[in-house]
């Protein structure tokens, strides 16, 4: 599998203001996807991101709150805008690289006060 | 909506013995079964993939899959105390590559 790193690790954030996580994986991937797991809850699916074309967003996830990028085969990254304490969350970013198999980054924790 | 059903426990064993995790999923039409191991404030990581009825072993874990009952569990063989940890279950929801993940069962093995 190829290894995956995030930015930042974690981060402490007021109310109001966005943060963009990176996501950065060191050979080329087709479908890179970014998760949220809320404290105590299992893995929900934000979006999933493909160079080349905007990303498709899950039900309950828009554009406006999360927007995306996927410049290239290797990079994408995820904002979290006008965050709230409801966004406090872990995001994860994955990568399928073969046989529907995802593996995930380290993610990044995010506490919004 | 489709649906995957975990015992969130804590499941206990004592070191040595077998841990038995069980996943259960609604959509008739998913094709792949994932199961990964997350320890507390780690990522998710796999650790067997299934396709296939019947079993699949590597090393100390065995995937089981019955598409006819939808069920889908993990076996853990001589359980360690490393292997404590929540244990998610995934499922790709029909005619698509997404994942569906359980809410995870917690395996506390006891030294």
């Known amino acids: 599998s190829a290894v995956i790193s995030q930015k930042p690790s974690r981060d402490i954030c007021q109310r109001g203001t966005s943060l963009t996580i990176q996501c950065q994986v060191d050979s080329q991937v087709t479908m890179m996807f970014w998760y949220r797991q809320q404290p105590g809850q299992s893995l929900t699916l934000i979006a999933t991101a493909n160079q080349g074309s905007e990303a498709t967003y899950e039900s309950g996830f828009v554009i406006d709150k999360f927007p995306i990028s996927r410049p290239n085969l290797t990079f994408s990254t995820l904002t979290v805008s006008n965050m709230s304490p409801e966004d406090s969350s872990i995001y994860l970013c994955?990568?399928?690289?073969?046989?529907?198999?995802?593996?995930f980054g380290p993610g990044t924790r995010l506490t919004v006060l | 909506q489709k649906e995957v059903e975990q015992n969130s426990g804590p499941l206990s064993v004592p070191e040595g013995a077998i841990a038995s995790l069980n996943c259960t999923y609604s959509?008739?039409?998913?094709?792949?079964f994932f199961w990964y191991r997350q320890y507390s404030g780690k990522s998710p990581e796999l650790i067997m993939s299934?396709?296939?009825?019947g079993d699949k072993e590597d090393g100390r874990f065995t995937a089981q899959l019955n598409k006819a009952s939808q069920y889908v569990s993990l076996l853990i063989r001589d359980s360690q105390p490393s292997d404590s940890a929540t244990y998610l279950c995934a499922v790709t929801q029909s005619g698509t590559y997404k994942y569906i993940f359980g809410t995870g069962t917690r395996l506390k093995v006891l030294a």
């Open positions: 959509d008739r039409g998913s094709q792949s």
């Open positions: 994955s990568e399928e690289s073969r046989l529907d198999e995802q593996f």
């Open positions: 299934i396709y296939s009825n």
